[in-house]
């Protein structure tokens, strides 16, 4: 029980970073990441965090929503990070 209360006292003071395609690289290949996060942060800035440059990222969808790099991201949020698509 004890260790329930843990995650879950955790869970609420971090963001789900749910990491797409080759951007998985920047991560060690994971497809999650849990960022530790005390007060509310940009999209952008939490995506630099982790270590994933912006440029190669193409969108980012927070809780299932499309957004901009600008928007405030809040503990016990999930971030989608999709990479830039190429191609012909």
Do not use: F
Request: hydrophobic residues 40%; aromatic residues 4%; contains cysteine.
């Amino acid at each position: 029980m004890r260790r329930w209360r843990g995650s879950l006292v955790y869970m609420k003071s971090s963001v789900t970073l749910k990491v797409h395609g080759h951007l998985r690289w920047y991560i060690q290949q994971r497809k999650r990441l849990l960022v530790d996060l005390r007060c509310p942060k940009t999209a952008g800035e939490i995506v630099e965090r982790a270590g994933i440059p912006g440029s190669e990222v193409g969108a980012l969808r927070l809780n299932g929503r499309k957004i901009d790099t600008d928007k405030l991201v809040c503990p016990g949020d999930v971030l989608d990070v999709i990479p830039v698509l190429a191609g012909g």
